[in-house]
């Protein structure tokens, strides 16, 4: 079972950035598709970048181009890059799998876009 603990997240004002990690426990996360997820007050947690196996990356139509996915393979880390963030990004972000593992759900990291 893979525990993730998320950080890096906080109160950022309209286009400025965050740096978001994921440390995995338990288990390397490199051989996996992993994915970074959010859920914003009111809304279903929604999937916005995903990384494979292999390093491929996909992304949400709505963070594409300013959001880059990325892995340490070594600290066994995922990282989630953040430029020109909107107030629509505020959101708490969560690490997991894809297809997500129930219970592998942490804690997250809040993210809060306003002026």
């Known amino acids: 079972q893979v525990q993730l603990v998320e950080s890096g997240g906080g109160l950022v004002q309209p286009g400025g950035s965050l740096r978001l990690s994921c440390a995995a426990a338990?288990?390397?996360?490199?051989?996996?598709?992993m994915g970074w997820y959010r859920q914003a007050p009111g809304k279903q947690r929604e999937l916005v970048a995903v990384i494979g196996s292999r390093g491929t990356t996909n992304y949400a139509d709505s963070v594409k181009g300013r959001f880059t996915i990325s892995r340490d393979n070594v600290k066994n880390t995922l990282y989630l890059q953040m430029n020109s963030l909107k107030p629509e990004d505020t959101a708490v972000y969560y690490c997991?799998?894809?297809?997500?593992?129930?219970?592998?759900w942490g804690q997250g990291t809040q993210v809060t876009v306003s002026s």
């Open positions: 997991n799998r894809r297809p997500p593992l129930t219970e592998s």
């Open positions: 338990g288990s390397i996360i490199s051989i996996y598709v």
